[in-house]
């Protein structure tokens, strides 16, 4: 097998032509949610196939109810190569408001941004930019001797609609996509333009819906009031129960499998470079919140939260009404790390509810669905290659940073194939993805493609 | 001057005629809130100045930015005879839905109701049957020598609409209608069918709505739940503090100006013949809520109460959005008794939220009136001699009843001429005003009458 200097090599020199090839991709406006443009994601993925096969490897455009997923098998030549699972996605969002774009958001081109060149168009950033950085790294291995892994690609398009039919294709295709050891994920950000990162956690979410009711219908206040029972002040209490004054969940046992940060994380975090008055400035706050003690990076990433995500009950137009209610409804979401059971919280939170209904409040509870956290474990070996690999490429440690959101691909993956996913992308905070005038770095595609040559081939021992 | 029973002979033998004028009054469709029926408001006011120049009294019927109001005067012949001011409405409420009526609701008619005969037609009960008792009440004096008391009639076209033009018309006629001593208002009801009532004590309302703002704008949950204040939290902790574990208003001062019934009313009510199982299976309800160890008619009529009307944050259509919002907001109402001063409610209320704001979380209140609690004094002259008027007109005492709903115009009364009220109406709780087929008894009717000429003549001494 070629050393990685010659793939590293291999890279540069053709990074014209590997930028030329991203922007065929960019032209095409493969917008998802929009059925005007159902031809156009059809038309990328067999562009993305077209690739895979140009590159030797097995690839078919796979129908879904929705837009087709591509999946492509590649071998590595060595028999006990590790085998990864790689996903992507070529569906972008809609390009409105065009009229904010400085150019035609479909013609991809080559700008001079704040921090050197960018490719500027949608999808650049999300996702096919990092899509393509995997697929040029495969293909400086090719014109090297071939793949240190064997690589399974999975391109599906209607990640920006919330990937409807992908759980279906995994039970599908469970035999077919099990087989790889591990997932990498390139749908992620670097810490920042120096620093790469390595997402090792994101939060699960069990989301509740309760609907108190009181009496039978909504009464006038003045010629009901006192001795008839007001649903919402049933609920603000139970709202206003679930915190203590540290900003701690009151729920029993909701602190079960929720592990302190091992020290050495601990340490890497409070070194990351992150101004949190900064970061609370731009939400026009001054102080953390939350749990007494713990900065915002720690809660967000690693902390377990309860929050109400809305409320509603009696009149709310404008002016006053003399109501008394017959019914007031909250939207509960409950943020998870560790090994919180989602199930054992919800069951917790609806008891405490139920606890707290007076006589004759009835409570209805609608769930919305629940997955438990994520998380790599810090002692995996992949994780151990990748970190290694990244160091390499960027000088300097990958940072190891959590998602306080959930990324419902990852969370299928791990519960629709039994695989964790490492999750690695070189996307900028400031690269405008959903938004008007969104751009790549030249930078992340070109250090991008570099950094998933040297993963592979770390991944590969 | 004639004997009362001459007056009431009287009545009784030109109840055919009174039932005739009352028909000609009901078959005016003075709808108020509906600009189609303005000539009929006018036709209405006219017919009533007319009745009252009829009996040889002044009337005007007055312009108001609305529906115009009449204004009537009568002098007794007595010098020393005591003045009152009789306060009715001539509008009523649509008749819609037209469909459920059976028969026209501005046809009026005699009908054999379930406890013998009624007057069937929109506004019979609310408020143009009431109103006629008082004016035939009059009729029967002026057939008997003139009435005992010196009278001024007003009678407004608004009421049904919130009265918009009625203070500003009391300000601007202050001279003319505050000579009365005592204002007689005819729009309540009976206890039962078999017992007047008397209504002695409205409850105020204050009304306060609060904005609590957190962040600087809507975020994900995901991203930013753990350190980010939600302001839905801080209503609600804001909205369970209001009360203690007892259902008492936990404000500071709330309290003061609150008085404990006098133990005669206290004795009385609890011997009226009020179902309290039967009146909470109506609204759902199988408990008394609110203030431990209180009834339902003391905390209606006689308690001040803190009641959410309606609260809103975050997002409140269907299934979920994980959305930590930046407002929520809620209106509070007080119902108010005895000398409770609404301005220091407010102010305390405002002084409690501020008290609750969390580091970042910022509230602005939006006032939407107040005004306090009227109650005639339970030792007052007037009220005991009503009170052995509708003894002796119907054979048993009056009940002194409060009403928990506030009745604008008497606080006008109040606040505008310095004028309590005396609240004397024969309405029964199955009229169905403001619903299909409004009827009034034709005993309300007939002994409402009956009643009103002896109120005045015992007014008289």
């Given at each position: 097998?070629?050393?990685?200097?010659?793939?590293?090599?291999?890279?540069?020199?053709?990074?014209?032509?590997?930028?030329?090839?991203?922007?065929d991709?960019?032209?095409?406006p493969?917008?998802?949610?929009?059925?005007?443009?159902?031809?156009?994601?059809?038309?990328?993925?067999?562009?993305?196939?077209?690739?895979?096969?140009?590159l030797?490897?097995?690839?078919?455009?796979?129908?879904?109810?929705?837009?087709?997923?591509?999946?492509?098998?590649?071998r590595?030549k060595?028999?006990?190569?590790p085998?990864?699972l790689?996903?992507g996605?070529y569906?972008?969002?809609?390009?409105?408001?065009l009229?904010?774009?400085?150019?035609?958001p479909?013609?991809?081109?080559?700008?001079?941004?704040?921090?050197?060149?960018?490719?500027?168009?949608?999808?650049?950033?999300?996702?096919?930019?990092?899509?393509?950085?995997?697929?040029?790294?495969?293909?400086a291995?090719?014109?090297?001797?071939?793949?240190?892994c064997s690589?399974?690609?999975?391109?599906?398009?209607?990640?920006?609609?919330?990937?409807?039919?992908?759980?279906?294709?995994l039970?599908?295709?469970?035999?077919?996509?099990?087989?790889?050891?591990?997932?990498?994920v390139?749908?992620?950000?670097?810490?920042?333009?120096?620093?790469p990162?390595?997402?090792?956690?994101?939060?699960?979410?069990?989301q509740?819906e309760?609907?108190?009711?009181?009496?039978?219908h909504?009464?006038?206040?003045?010629?009901?009031?006192?001795?008839?029972?007001?649903?919402?002040?049933?609920?603000?209490?139970?709202?206003?129960?679930?915190?203590?004054?540290?900003?701690?969940?009151?729920?029993?046992?909701?602190?079960?499998?929720?592990?302190?940060?091992?020290?050495?994380?601990?340490?890497?975090?409070?070194?990351?470079?992150?101004?949190?008055?900064?970061?609370?400035?731009?939400?026009?706050?001054?102080?953390?919140?939350?749990?007494?003690?713990?900065g915002?990076i720690?809660?967000?990433w690693?902390?377990?939260?309860?929050?109400?995500n809305?409320?509603?009950?009696?009149?709310?137009?404008?002016g006053?009404?003399?109501?008394?209610?017959a019914?007031?409804?909250?939207?509960?979401?409950f943020?998870?790390?560790?090994?919180?059971?989602?199930?054992?919280?919800?069951?917790?939170?609806?008891?405490?509810?139920?606890?707290?209904?007076?006589?004759?409040?009835?409570a209805?509870?609608?769930?919305?669905?629940?997955?438990?956290?994520?998380?790599?474990?810090?002692?995996?070996?992949?994780?151990?290659?990748?970190?290694?690999?990244?160091?390499?490429?960027?000088?300097?440690?990958?940072?190891l940073?959590?998602?306080?959101g959930s990324?419902?691909?990852?969370?299928?993956?791990?519960?629709?194939?039994?695989?964790?996913?490492l999750?690695?992308?070189?996307?900028?905070?400031?690269?405008?993805?959903?938004?008007?005038?969104?751009?790549?770095?030249?930078?992340s595609?070109?250090?991008?493609?570099?950094?998933?040559?040297?993963?592979?081939d770390?991944?590969?021992?």
């Amino acid at each position: 097998m070629a050393s990685i200097d010659a793939i590293l090599n291999t890279i540069d020199a053709n990074l014209p032509a590997s930028t030329k090839r991203l922007f065929d991709l960019l032209s095409i406006p493969s917008v998802s949610t929009d059925p005007a443009y159902t031809q156009h994601c059809l038309r990328a993925a067999n562009w993305l196939a077209d690739e895979l096969k140009g590159l030797g490897y097995s690839a078919e455009v796979r129908e879904t109810p929705g837009h087709p997923i591509v999946v492509g098998h590649a071998r590595a030549k060595r028999k006990d190569a590790p085998h990864v699972l790689f996903y992507g996605h070529y569906d972008v969002q809609p390009a409105d408001p065009l009229e904010l774009w400085r150019s035609d958001p479909f013609a991809p081109r080559l700008a001079d941004g704040k921090d050197g060149k960018e490719i500027v168009a949608r999808g650049a950033s999300d996702d096919k930019g990092q899509l393509m950085t995997f697929v040029e790294a495969c293909r400086a291995f090719e014109a090297n001797g071939g793949l240190p892994c064997s690589v399974t690609f999975l391109f599906e398009g209607e990640e920006e609609t919330g990937s409807p039919s992908l759980p279906d294709f995994l039970a599908a295709h469970k035999a077919e996509l099990s087989e790889p050891a591990i997932a990498l994920v390139c749908d992620t950000g670097m810490w920042n333009a120096s620093t790469p990162a390595i997402t090792v956690m994101l939060r699960g979410l069990a989301q509740e819906e309760v609907i108190i009711t009181g009496p039978s219908h909504d009464l006038h206040s003045g010629m009901f009031g006192g001795p008839v029972l007001n649903p919402i002040h049933v609920l603000a209490k139970i709202v206003a129960d679930l915190h203590d004054a540290e900003g701690k969940v009151t729920l029993p046992g909701f602190y079960a499998g929720v592990p302190e940060l091992p020290e050495d994380i601990a340490e890497q975090w409070r070194n990351l470079e992150f101004d949190e008055r900064a970061f609370l400035a731009g939400l026009g706050l001054t102080h953390v919140g939350g749990e007494a003690g713990r900065g915002v990076i720690e809660q967000i990433w690693a902390r377990p939260t309860c929050d109400v995500n809305g409320i509603v009950g009696g009149y709310t137009g404008k002016g006053s009404k003399t109501v008394l209610p017959a019914q007031a409804s909250a939207k509960f979401s409950f943020r998870l790390v560790g090994s919180q059971d989602p199930k054992a919280v919800m069951e917790s939170f609806r008891a405490f509810v139920r606890e707290r209904l007076p006589a004759d409040a009835k409570a209805e509870f609608i769930s919305h669905g629940a997955s438990g956290a994520l998380q790599l474990p810090f002692g995996s070996e992949a994780l151990s290659r990748a970190r290694r690999a990244l160091a390499e490429e960027w000088g300097k440690d990958a940072a190891l940073v959590g998602c306080g959101g959930s990324i419902p691909i990852v969370g299928a993956f791990k519960r629709d194939l039994g695989m964790d996913a490492l999750m690695i992308g070189f996307a900028l905070e400031d690269d405008r993805i959903h938004s008007p005038n969104e751009k790549y770095s030249y930078t992340s595609f070109h250090k991008g493609t570099r950094s998933w040559a040297r993963v592979l081939d770390a991944l590969a021992g």
